[in-house]
């Protein structure tokens, strides 16, 4: 039996269902009441267009390592399932499977940022 073909678009699609995505102001405010703001974007990427002061900055692939509250290579931040994690990208799009992911780890209020640093940056919150 061979393996069903979808597209990544289907894919983004069928992960979006799932999670309530926030723009930048409700990211900020997120943080300001003592949630997560956690940025996956390459050191590349970081280096060319800044940090949102105060986020964590988890490498994608370090992701649920990092934020899993039960594992011990988990961040002093990842303290419990029911924080508010707001994963960030570049352009919102690799976000949406991350969060995805962290809400398989049983982190429910995990969601990402619609559009991304780049959203966050054109709506001219604080850039490090």
Known sequence: MGATKRSVDELLAEARQ???RIGPEEAAAVQSEGGLLVDIRYAALRERDGT???ALI???NELEWRLDPQCDHRLPEATHHDLPVVVVCNEGYASSFA????RQL?????T???GGFQAW???GLPVH
């Open 99 to 102: 969060a995805v992911s962290l």
């Open 18 to 20: 799932g999670l309530d």
């Open 121 to 123: 940056r054109a709506a």
């Open 58 to 60: 988890v490498e994608r």
């Open 112 to 114: 990402d940022l619609a």
């Open 52 to 54: 949102i002061p105060g």
């Open 106 to 110: 049983g982190l429910t209020r995990a």
